[in-house]
């Protein structure tokens, strides 16, 4: 089996991993105490949160490889290399995740492993690098998915270094430059993986409809430069609650914001163009990237909201950011990645009952992940109006006040997994019979 597809089932693993830890943080939610004495919310949130930033990380990566190879026509130059950096990632990982699970912490929110465990990350990630560049050649007339692909590549390294800079005490004891660096490093951070994807999403788009209209068309060289802006600029709702120069807030704001309508409009384009014929040798592939195009506009209408600085102070830090947070990397990452998965190992819809299975998992994921946002925004507006109450109920009230929202989280989250591993059972059960294209 190559090793783009390793990197894949790598991360498919993490995502199971990832989706079983979400169930128990909703749990533990609603019931109070669960699971408090082995695996509180403190282990349980990190360990969620990492296998599922793994899970996006190692199948973008795979997904690059793969379509890197498919692009040029080449094989990957140094195998080697991707084989050292598959094997740092897959030792790794597990003992960042045990380490959780031991209490063994250090590191920063998203990144709460002990700051030695980034040596092996950005190890790997240099690798990454050297086979990459070594592969690709030359950048002359290179399509928009390849300097995405570049850009995506250079500036993780930079900006997950950039995210350790609070190790150096000049940074680390000024809490303005902290703060700053720590939200701006982390924007940029997910900048640069959604260049990896949106990179292989333009790329998969070319593939289905089977010409290079999209990937040299000036749109998405627009979707490019303001991703690039975008990455250097920051996410400017992460720091609207700093005291730093307001140019740099609203610049970012305006630019974040058109970024997500070009991705938007490119895929919405994209589909009008497409012939039934060519929709349905894609098809599953087809039903992610429509999925993610769903969640692009759903995802674009509540940033413009908290993006907005009244609202922003309000909402900064409370669940209507999770909501956010978790309909991006699930709606707009999770389903494009999972239309790389599909179209990489070529899977089919399978019989009529297997293929019922998916349509029954795609809706389940995508109705879930609605009501699943939907009842966190609900729960973070009201804690945000309690917070800001100058008369201040009693927590118990407010918490009661919750409770119907929290139970809603917590079944939407269980049937949304639920959703997911119905895809993963269909992913199993119709990827190819040959050696080529098996999955396990
Ligand atoms: C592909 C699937 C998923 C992805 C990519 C994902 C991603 C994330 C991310 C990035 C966060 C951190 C949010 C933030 O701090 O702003 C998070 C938090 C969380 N997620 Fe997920 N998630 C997924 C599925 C699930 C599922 C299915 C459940 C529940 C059944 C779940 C439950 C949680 C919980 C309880 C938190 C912690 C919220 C808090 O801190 O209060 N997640 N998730």
Excluded at 269 to 282: C, D, P, R, V
Excluded at 396 to 418: E, R
Aim: hydrophobic share 50%.
């Amino acid at each position: 089996m190559n090793s783009s597809k390793k990197f894949l089932i790598a991360g498919l693993f993490l995502l199971v991993a990832g989706l079983l830890f979400g169930i128990t943080g909703t749990l533990q939610y609603c019931i109070p105490g669960f699971l408090k004495a082995s695996l509180s919310f403190e282990k349980i949130r990190p360990l969620h949160v990492s296998s599922v930033l793994f899970w996006i990380i190692l199948s973008a990566v795979g997904s690059v490889i793969n379509y890197l190879q498919e692009h040029s026509g080449r094989e990957i130059r140094f195998p080697v290399l991707v084989k050292i950096q598959f094997w740092i990632f897959v030792l790794t990982i597990p003992v960042i995740l045990c380490s959780y699970l031991f209490g063994y912490f250090g590191g920063r929110e998203y990144w709460e492993f002990h700051p030695v465990l980034a040596i092996p990350i950005v190890t790997g990630w240099l690798l990454f690098l050297i086979h990459f560049f070594s592969t690709l050649k030359s950048l002359k007339q290179q399509p928009v998915y390849v300097w995405m692909w570049c850009t995506g590549i250079v500036f993780f390294l930079f900006t997950f270094l950039e995210s350790y800079l609070w190790l150096i005490p000049y940074f680390r004891n000024n809490i303005i430059t902290d703060m700053t660096l720590q939200w701006k490093s982390y924007g940029s951070m997910v900048g640069s993986w959604n260049m990896l994807i949106y990179g292989c999403s333009i790329y998969l788009m070319d593939k289905i409809s089977g010409h290079q209209q999209y990937s040299f068309s000036k749109t998405a060289f627009l979707l490019y430069f303001l991703g690039l802006f975008n990455l250097m600029f920051n996410w400017g709702h992460h720091i609207y609650s700093l005291p730093t120069h307001s140019y740099i807030k609203y610049i970012s704001y305006a630019v974040s914001m058109t970024e997500l309508l070009i991705l938007g409009r490119i895929i919405y384009n994209w589909k009008a163009t497409l012939s039934t014929a060519k929709k349905h040798i894609h098809y599953l592939s087809y039903r992610f990237l429509l999925a993610a195009d769903v969640w692009v506009f759903l995802m674009l209408v509540q940033a413009i909201l908290i993006s907005i600085p009244a609202i922003n102070l309000y909402t900064h830090g409370t669940h209507i950011t999770v909501a956010h947070t978790m309909g991006a990397t699930i709606g707009i990452n999770t389903m494009l990645l999972f239309s790389f998965v599909y179209d990489i190992f070529g899977t089919k819809k399978g019989t009529i009952r297997s293929k019922k299975m998916f349509d029954y998992g795609y809706m389940m994921a995508n109705i879930s992940l609605f009501i699943f946002c939907l009842s966190l925004i609900i729960a973070g507006i009201l804690r945000s109006k309690w917070q800001m109450n100058p008369d201040q109920p009693a927590f118990s009230t407010m918490m009661q006040q919750l409770s119907p929202f929290y139970i809603l989280f917590c079944v939407s989250g269980i049937t949304l997994a639920a959703g997911f591993f119905l895809i993963l059972y269909h992913l199993i059960r119709n990827t190819g019979n040959n050696a080529k294209n098996r999955l396990f």
